[in-house]
């Protein structure tokens, strides 16, 4: 006998439809799987025979023959044991074959049968939202991220006896439901600005990168607050938009990174990865290319603390994704595209010893000693970041004062909160547009127009500093966002002024 199921694989962060075909016929009891299986689809005989053995059931000895398709493409990961053993038991006539027709279904199975949560359920479930089917069969740990993608018709299940009596009729499964509620930051442990003393300039500095959702890097000695203030930028961004939330829950749930029971991520990701990661660990990779820690960082932020500790190989596979939001890897046998459009927060020390913008300590490096270090990061990836900032050590007075120390995340968060706002009232007619910091040059030119007396201003600062053509667009896009944050529709010579500060700033240690 032939039966049929359906399941859903993972390629990239998309799905695509996987065909089980499983057929008895006579001969020796030998159990085999086709259609480019890896190891764990293989293994997956194991399970399956001691899953159904376990429930109680006893399937004929005879031929067994699962081809999955289509026959070309690979497939990988335990969750085809749900689909592969319905399919099995379909073909055996212990369940009905027309009973799972319409349905898909996905699931690791533990030996006693119980249902394991697997792997990119939610772009599975999208995909299944978009082809006509009667229902899809999770684990109940993914059933509230499938929920979301799918909205309905999605049933949980904690067990293979619980998906046979289902489709038996015995039992009658309560489709899952979820409603995306966005949490928001400044929880009782979230570190807070009011714990920062001084650095007011920045932390105007890091409000409008959390604003237009700029990069940003913080050039100080050791001690003056880098990390302090990196840390305490997630407390200050705007909550997901619920298309964010789902886009970004797709890639933490194809990496694996998704807590079990959990349905979508509900705040923005800051990654934060050790000087020591490899290119592949940063952009992206393996094999079977995964997502790496830009993709895990979109919608949210990326912070590299010591930048110059990280190779400079590994810095510079960060130019694609900061110039076009994207990552594409590429393999002999297959390219797959990830979306990385996420906030770059960056610390340095302006020398090896780190002292040499601190009047309070005297710096014991060459010129050449500094030219070497600076050299770390190259000019290219220095002019994609918007924001420079030089962050100036302590003042006694500021650390041991006993009075309020300035604004809590929560005060700094109303105002970003206002200007995304006005930024999504703006791009409305642009698909995926949700910040100033996106905005590529025929955008700049429609969005950020600017009178006679701003476009001169302008013009002698580029020529002052020498800035490059992609730095106009950037200063441009970061006034942009110094205006929505004072309520203007217009970039004023005010806003024009602060953003070319924030380009200045570290001219003089990094010519």
């Not at 038991?89 to 027309?98: F, H, Q, V």
């Not at 002052?464 to 203007?488: E, N, Q």
């Amino acid at each position: 006998m032939l039966a049929r199921a359906r399941s859903l694989a993972v390629f990239g962060i998309d799905s695509y439809p996987v065909e089980i075909e499983a057929d008895m016929s006579l001969g020796l009891p030998t159990f085999t799987i086709v259609g480019l299986p890896d190891n764990a689809v293989r293994e997956s005989r194991q399970r399956i025979r001691s899953a159904i053995a376990n429930l109680g059931f006893k399937l004929p000895g005879k031929k067994l023959t699962i081809n999955m398709a289509p026959a070309g493409r690979k497939k990988e990961g335990p969750g085809f044991d749900l689909p592969i053993a319905v399919s099995i038991l379909a073909a055996s006539g212990i369940i009905p074959k027309d009973s799972i027709e319409g349905f898909y279904f996905i699931g690791e199975l533990a030996l006693d049968g119980a249902l394991r949560p697997v792997r990119g359920v939610l772009s599975m479930a999208d995909r299944a939202r978009r082809e006509e089917h009667a229902g899809f069969v999770v684990p109940a740990s993914n059933s509230g991220e499938a929920a979301v993608a799918a909205g309905q018709n999605i049933y949980p299940a904690e067990n293979l006896g619980d998906v046979i009596d289902f489709l038996l009729n015995k039992v009658t499964i309560e489709p899952a439901k979820y409603t995306f509620t966005p949490e928001e930051p400044g929880g009782k442990h979230e570190p807070d600005f009011r714990d920062v003393r001084g650095q007011e300039f920045a932390k105007r500095a890091l409000e409008v990168a959390a604003a237009g959702g700029h990069n940003i890097l913080m050039i100080g000695p050791p001690g003056s607050g880098k990390t302090m203030l990196a840390r305490r930028l997630s407390s200050i961004l705007p909550p997901l938009l619920p298309e964010e939330a789902i886009e970004t829950t797709k890639i933490h749930s194809v990496a694996g990174l998704l807590e079990a029971g959990s349905a979508l991520l509900e705040t923005r990701p800051f990654r934060s990865p050790h000087h020591t990661v490899s290119d592949a660990g940063l952009i992206g990779g393996g094999t079977i290319p995964g997502p790496g820690e830009v993709s895990l960082a979109h919608n949210g932020v990326l912070f590299l603390d010591e930048l110059p500790e990280f190779r400079r190989n590994v810095l510079e596979v960060l130019r694609q994704p900061l110039e076009d939001g994207t990552v594409t890897i590429t393999r002999a046998s297959m390219t797959m595209t990830f979306p990385a459009n996420f906030t770059l927060a960056a610390a340095m020390n302006p020398c090896p010893c780190g002292y040499f913008t601190d009047p309070g300590h005297s710096c014991n490096c060459t010129g050449p000693q500094i030219q070497r270090y600076l050299g770390r990061i190259s000019g290219p990836l220095m002019d994609r970041i918007d924001i420079h900032v030089d962050v100036a050590p302590v003042e006694y007075r500021d650390l041991s004062s006993s009075m309020p120390t300035g604004e809590s995340s929560a005060d700094i968060r109303k105002r970003v909160v206002s200007a995304r706002k006005c930024q999504e009232e703006r791009f409305r007619s642009v698909r995926g547009l949700y910040c100033n910091a996106s905005m590529n040059s025929p955008m700049v030119r429609k969005f950020c127009r600017l009178n006679d007396d701003v476009s001169k201003l302008l013009k002698s600062a580029m020529e002052l500093y020498g800035f490059s053509a992609r730095a106009y667009d950037r200063i441009v896009k970061v006034s942009r966002t110094i205006a929505d944050l004072a309520g203007s529709s217009d970039i004023e010579s005010a806003h024009i002024a602060e953003a070319v500060q924030y380009r200045s700033m570290t001219g003089q240690i990094y010519p």
